[in-house]
């Protein structure tokens, strides 16, 4: 073969291969940056639920609009929320033989949430690979489940597509995976949800947050409790045996809206329902989360309370929180921990976008 002949081969080849990788490199970015469907809303849901919600975050929602208003602040660039939302957070509490309920939270991405996945799997992967004592994995049904025991991070997480998930013990993790795996096969329209726990639930697609959970076993006192603060750390058996369901609407940047419902069984006396629902909205209304202001008037019906709530102060959370990343943002690029760069950071003012 000639030189000639064997150069224009090699030319050949190469350009092929060249050719070849840049094709699969499109068709792999389209696919990880595609926006993927999220999941059915009764994800993680199954006959031991006792406790279910759903809040769905869409581009135009007045939360999102407001942050990212607090964030053209810090940043002349203008964020393009159609590449980050629509973003959904299920939330799953299940009976377990303790006393304890096993905690499960799905936050899914739909715009490049497969590519979101595949990194954070990626570093989870990587942690776990590390052979640290504060970093353990399990495999269980595919998935790498990964903890960190040691440290302030409780809980178990695994990554599936566009989902990131978290659940509150290993066994819970695990079981997790299974209801995952379980939803992609049969499709979400024939998940295996208890009727009478969903069926109480508010519209997902009417409200950005609703939820419902049962009555049965302090279910109710549990989950409250596991909410910020010591307001809503109320004795097992104060509200019942009522079913807790809510609805939460944005009314505005820096305000939320809703309703609050207890349902009790037939039988309890008016007086009860009168009693256990004014003491839930005294102590809604004496919640002190930083500068959110909650305020909270019931009303009873036969065999049921009504909690009309409202907070407001919601723009000040959302302008510390980016505050907050700012922070460590800033920290990082300087090389300085966040509490060396924090006393210069405090003194920074937001960029002037105009």
């Known amino acids: 073969m000639s030189a000639r002949k064997w150069v224009m081969g ?21 696919r990880l940056t595609a926006v993927m469907p999220l999941p059915g809303t009764s994800l993680l849901a199954d006959a031991d639920s006792v406790g279910h ?3 769905r975050l869409e581009p135009d929602n007045p939360w999102i609009r407001q ?21 959904e957070v299920i939330w799953s509490a299940h009976r377990t033989s303790s006393s304890a309920d096993a905690q499960m939270l799905d936050i899914s991405f739909g715009p490049r949430g497969r590519f979101f996945g595949m990194m954070t799997d990626l570093a989870l992967w990587k942690a776990g690979r590390s052979r640290q004592e504060k970093v353990s994995r399990v495999e269980y049904g595919g998935e790498g489940i990964t903890s960190f025991p040691g440290t302030p991070l409780p809980g178990h997480v695994f990554v599936r597509d566009n989902q990131i998930l978290w659940a509150s013990d290993l066994d819970a993790a695990r079981k997790a995976v299974d209801l995952v795996v379980a939803s992609e096969k049969q499709g979400p329209a024939a998940a295996t949800t208890p009727a009478t726990m969903i069926s109480q639930m508010p519209d997902p697609a009417a409200h950005p947050l609703v939820g419902v959970i049962l009555g049965e076993g302090g279910a109710v006192t549990r989950s409250l409790a596991l909410l910020p603060g010591t307001e809503l750390d109320m004795p097992e058996g104060s509200l019942g045996l009522a079913d807790l369901t809510f609805q939460i609407d944005a009314a505005s940047g820096d305000t939320a809206t809703g309703e609050i419902t207890l349902r009790f069984p037939g039988e309890t006396p008016a007086a009860d329902i009168d009693a256990a629902a004014r003491e839930l909205a005294r102590r809604l209304g004496s919640l002190t989360w930083g500068d959110v202001v909650v305020s909270a008037s019931p009303r009873t019906e036969p065999s049921r309370a009504i909690i009309a709530v409202e907070a407001s102060g919601l723009a000040k959370v959302h302008a510390r929180l980016l505050q907050e990343v700012v922070k460590v943002q800033r920290s990082i690029e300087s090389g300085q921990s966040p509490a060396q760069d924090g006393a210069s950071t405090d003194r920074e003012t937001p960029k002037d976008p105009n």
């Open 53 to 55: 919600a759903v809040l």
């Open 67 to 87: 942050m990212f208003t607090e964030l053209s602040k810090y940043s002349a660039r203008e964020p393009k929320t159609a590449e980050l939302f629509p973003i």
């Open 10 to 30: 090699c030319t050949v080849t190469a350009v092929t291969v060249v050719a070849i990788v840049i094709i699969c490199g499109v068709v792999a970015y389209k």
